[in-house]
Each structure stands twice: as C-alpha cells, then as structure tokens.
C-alpha cells in the first residue's frame, strides 16, 4: 500500500472522529471509550499494513447469511 494512501486514510479516519467528537453530543465516558478503540482498530491496521503484526486469525471467520 502506497505511503501516500495510508496518510490519506489516517486524515479521513482523524477528520471522521473530529467531526463525532464535535458535533454529536455524548458522555465524555463513551466519547473516550469511542476514541480509544478508534485509535486501538489504527494502530492494528497500521501494524498490519506495515507487515508487524498480522491479523489471520480474523480472515478465517465469515459471517454466513
């Protein structure tokens, strides 16, 4: 994945929570709890993306219909 495609996401994702944490009116327990698992779900991505820490064990579940 090109450099430039995960700083884009990264804006997008950091501009998206902004823009929760601005403009929906919550408990600041479940804006921190929201924000934490935000940055948790990034940095997991992150790791996966850069090839430290892969996430296999979640590509074998389906959800069937």
């Known amino acids: 994945m090109p450099l430039m495609q995960i700083v884009i996401t990264l804006v997008i994702v950091g ?10 009116p919550m408990q600041s327990n479940i804006s921190s709890i929201l924000n934490g698992l935000v940055v948790i779900v990034v ?8 090839g430290i820490f892969h996430l296999h064990a979640l590509s074998h579940y389906h959800v069937r219909r």
Do not use: G
């Open 15 to 24: 501009f998206l929570l902004w823009l929760v944490n601005r403009f929906i």
């Open 43 to 50: 940095v997991l991505w992150l790791l996966n993306v850069f």
